[in-house]
């Protein structure tokens, strides 16, 4: 991605935004790691000119960029589409506002729910803010739109938001690179009637966001991103992002009007082709975004079945799509299930956990795994946080045996304050922190326990068990994730007291520490064949062909989690 100008090289949906961000002269980044906008930030951290950062959660980030756009110099804000939900405190006053210097909102929708809680249309969010956007089908379009997004943005004074789904920030592609633009600061001059939103304020400058959505509209009826091929004029296809490169490939000579400034909506560009044509069709993924917008503008068009509002399009999708039939099946396809890593550290605490017939309120990232079989050692998970207040709700209704689990990343992400809010209101219980040194399920990158930075340079680290005494919990205890009898001695006392604990359990990362230890074995004199060992869920435990167990001695770790569960000693340290 460092590389100079006038160069091809083969770039993600992610890269080719952050180079042509770069490429415009953007100065700031800031962002949280998340699926699928996480290599955005990781792609401009690599260029010395870009002050690039992870901060602790998606609205530090935004008011961050937001703040340095006010101040005068381009920046950018990108999250995955539940991360923009965390930041439309300021994303919605931020339109009012409006911009000094540019400012640019990514957010990556998740069609499909790849490694997602929802699979929300962030679409909608651009209407709703009343904002401008943008949505390119590729990743040379990505690059391309990000120039004209700051321009934009500085022109009509407002944030843009740019939206890609899961396949065009993931798709490769061939991107020349292009020369990085100078942009000089503006500098910052205080206009407390722009910048302070108090009521007056903002009503007036409420009234002027509606004038420059009109001026927007206008910008997008003559838009180059939206694009009207007239071939075949039997059908009419109205589509935007990658749903336009499947539909062309599966209709060739249909007519299209593709639109990639889709939103303030180009009312005279949408009736012109809709004349031009004899029948209109949409096709989008879940929302009928534009569907309704053709609607209330009084243009037929053949509606999708409302079963394509759940699940990503595919291309094999397309003729069921346009014949208006109902999806096949609104079952998600069938993959590979997902397991923790040979060695991961929380494995340990689930086991635990799952012994004691605890119920537990849990969180977003790789720990989430617990949920699933054997394991099957968490009941809840809604959203970043949750595991800590939801937690508290589950305590104060069903009594002692509730445990709350939350990551170190996640803890700092939004867990502080619901930690906070359960101290404060004389909540008892334990809370679990599984500190694996690491945000792991995003790629393993840094956070402000880990004392680095996005760009590697050492910073101070917030010392987890700290935080928590200044929060005002009862107790503390530091245990080894791996050691599951201390775990269970440490839970079964605390459970037992009429105070709030928080049990961290700290063991890094096998990704981030690719230490092994001498494996593990199994006695076949000492083998009853129970299986309990399997109930760990370790992709290195196998059940062989007599039933004995075997050691896939090339990926187990020597974590021994499952040397301390089985209670016949038949599983040993050391390898065969």
Known sequence: MTKSAEQT????????????????????????????????????????????????????????????????????????????????????????????????????????LHSSQNEQDNRLLAKFAKMP??????????????????????????????RLTTRVAHTKENITLGSRTCVEPRGFKPDPAKYVMVPRNAYMRHIDLEK???????EAETSAFNKMEINDPAVGIITSGVSYLYAKEAFPNASFLKLGFSFPFPEKLMREF???????????????????????????????????????????????????????????????KPVMCPGCPHRGVYSVLKKMKLTVTGDIGCYTLGALAPLSAMQTCLCMGAGVTMFEGFRKVLGKNVVGIIGDGTFVHSGIAGLVNAVYNLSHGVLII???????????????????????????????????????????????????PAIERVLRERLDQAA?????????????????APQVRCNAAKCVKCYMCLNTGCPALI??????????????????????????????????
Not at 72 to 82: D, L, N, Y
Not at 212 to 218: K, V
Not at 288 to 298: D, Q, S, T
């Open 212 to 218: 420059r959505l009109l001026a927007l509209q206008a």
């Open 9 to 112: 090289v083969f770039l993600s949906g992610d890269e080719a935004l952050a180079r042509g961000a770069y490429e415009a002269g953007v100065a700031f980044a800031a962002s949280y790691p998340g699926t699928p906008a996480t290599e955005i930030l990781e792609a401009l951290a690599q260029y010395p000119e870009v002050n690039a950062q992870w901060s602790v959660n998606e609205k530090v980030a935004y008011e961050v960029a937001f703040g340095a756009a006010i101040a005068g110099v381009r920046a950018i804000f990108s999250a995955k589409h539940v991360g923009l939900n965390v930041a439309m405190d300021p994303l919605m006053t931020s339109a009012y506002v409006g911009v000094n210097a540019g400012f640019v909102i990514v957010t990556a929708d998740e069609p499909g």
């Open 133 to 162: 956007l943008l949505e390119p089908s590729d990743p040379s379009e990505a690059k391309l739109m990000m120039p004209y997004a700051f321009s934009l943005s500085e022109r009509l004074d407002i944030p843009v938001i740019v």
């Open 500 to 516: 709030l604990s928080v049990i961290i359990a700290r063991t890094p990362c096998k990704l981030i520490a690719r230490t092994r």
């Open 274 to 336: 809709a004349a031009k044509v004899k029948e209109v069709l949409v096709i989008e993924e879940l929302e009928p975004f534009l569907e309704e917008e053709l609607a209330r503008l009084g243009i037929r068009c053949r509606a999708r079945h409302p079963s394509w509002r759940v699940g990503e399009l595919r291309p094999e999708d397309m003729i069921e799509v346009a014949a208006g039939r109902a999806r096949a099946s609104v079952e998600p396809a069938a993959s590979r």
């Open 434 to 484: 599984l500190d694996n040194a690491t945000t792991a399920m995003t790629g393993t990158q840094p956070h402000p326990a880990t004392g680095l930075t996005v760009k590697g340079v050492p910073t101070k680290a917030l010392v987890l068990e700290d935080m928590c005494k200044a929060c005002g919990v009862d107790n503390v205890d530091i245990v080894s994730a791996y050691d599951t």
């Open 543 to 576: 059940k062989g062909e007599d039933g004995l167990i075997r050691i896939d001695q090339d990926i187990c770790v020597g974590c021994y989690v499952c040397v301390s569960t089985c209670k016949f000693g038949a599983l040993e340290k050391g390898a065969v």
